[in-house]
């Protein structure tokens, strides 16, 4: 890989080399290129991951409605409103959501509460809370 300066000193140069090389080494190309895609997103969702727990950790680390606590897998932020899709359009993914309630802790107190994914689709289906796709199913038993 040529250096930094080799880069600025001459870049119309580098780029018509970097642009042959890709040509001639298509292969090695897309394997490189996949290997940072993956890392990168594998990376991004593990911070994801880590500010959805940290979150979690503020809000509370168990259920409100049955205190339910054993995996932290099955713990969801409620928007205590339902108004959470609205919400989430605010932001361009949950990461930037997390990072803002992080950033907000009085507001996320006021708008967020731990549920567990049983209480929250529950909750979702009484209040009639958008996006709620067994509103107008009438098998649901109650
Ligand atoms: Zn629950």
New binding site residues.
Partial sequence: MPSKEYYYKDSKKYIAQTTEWVKNNRKKHNSYVVKVYVKDILSGKKKGMDLRLKLLEFIGMK??????KKNTLALQLDHKKGDGNIDKKRFSSNYSMYRYYLNAPLEAKEVLQT??????T?KRYENKEQNNKYEKNPNIIL
């Fill in positions: 259920c409100l409605r049955c205190n339910y549920l567990c994914a049983n209480c929250n529950i």
